[in-house]
C-alpha cells in the first residue's frame, strides 16, 4: 500500500456516502413511479437545468388562484413550472385538464400530461393546443431577455385567456411589453432561497395573488 495516497477523510466519506444513499433512493422511487405509484414522488432540483422548486406555500397559493381561475370545467398548462403541476395535480378536480410542459424527462412518469419542451423550441406544440387552455402558469427557466421571448411565444400559442408568471423583478418591464402582464402583491418563494428578487406577474385581476 502507498502511505503518501490521498485519504479521504471520515467526514468526506460520510458525506459521499449520504449523497449516494439519497441518489439510489430517489432512483428507487423513480421506478416505483414508473409502475405507478407516483403519491410518494418527489424529484429533486437539477440545477443544471436552472431548477428551483416552490415552497409548500407558494405552490398551493399558485394551485389554489389557478383552480378559481378557471372553473370546474377548465384547462391549465403548467409550463417550465412543475411544482404547481404538482400541487394543481394533488388539488383538482377530475374535470379539469392539467398538463406538464417540462424539459426534465422525469416527468414523463406523469404519463399523458408530460409534454417534452424546450423553450427554445417555442412553438412546438400539438396543433390544436392553439389558444385552448384556459390558464397558462409559466414560470421561465432562466432570467434572460431572450427566454423570456421566447417563453412569451409559447404563451401566446397555448392561452385562451389568462396568464400567471413568476419570475425575477428584474423581468417586470419586459413582462408588461411582451404580455401585458402586471406584478402582484404576492410573491414566489423556493425551498431554497434565491438572491434574486421573484415576483408573479397576471393579465387579470387577481384577489388572491393581490391580498397584502
Given amino acids: 500500500m502507498d502511505d503518501d495516497a490521498p485519504q479521504l477523510s471520515a467526514h468526506t466519506l460520510a458525506a459521499l456516502q449520504e449523497f449516494y444513499t439519497e441518489q439510489n433512493k430517489q432512483e428507487q422511487t423513480l421506478i416505483e413511479a414508473q409502475q405507478g405509484n407516483l403519491k410518494e414522488l418527489e424529484i429533486s432540483e437539477d440545477w443544471q437545468l436552472s431548477q428551483f422548486w416552490y415552497n409548500e406555500t407558494t405552490a398551493t397559493r399558485l394551485a389554489e ?12 398548462a403548467c409550463l417550465s413550472s412543475p411544482t404547481a403541476y404538482k400541487k394543481l395535480r394533488e388539488l383538482k378536480p377530475d374535470s379539469v385538464t392539467l398538463k406538464c410542459l417540462e424539459y426534465d424527462t422525469r416527468f414523463q412518469v406523469y404519463g399523458d400530461d408530460f409534454l417534452l419542451y424546450d423553450y427554445k423550441e417555442p412553438l412546438k406544440f400539438p396543433k390544436d393546443w392553439k389558444n385552448w387552455f384556459d390558464l397558462v402558469i409559466a414560470d421561465p427557466p432562466f432570467l434572460s431577455e431572450e427566454c423570456l421571448c421566447k417563453t412569451a411565444v409559447s404563451i401566446k400559442y397555448l392561452a385562451k385567456d389568462k396568464i400567471i408568471l413568476c419570475t425575477g423583478a428584474v423581468m417586470t418591464d419586459l413582462a408588461d411589453k411582451l404580455l401585458g402582464l402586471k406584478p402582484c402583491v404576492f410573491q414566489p418563494q423556493h425551498t431554497n432561497n434565491l438572491q434574486n428578487e421573484f415576483r408573479c406577474y397576471t393579465n387579470y385581476d387577481s384577489q388572491l395573488f393581490n391580498k397584502s
Avoid at 66 to 71: E, F, H, I, K, Q
Fill in 65 to 76: 388562484e389557478a383552480l378559481r381561475a378557471v372553473g370546474e370545467q377548465g384547462s391549465i
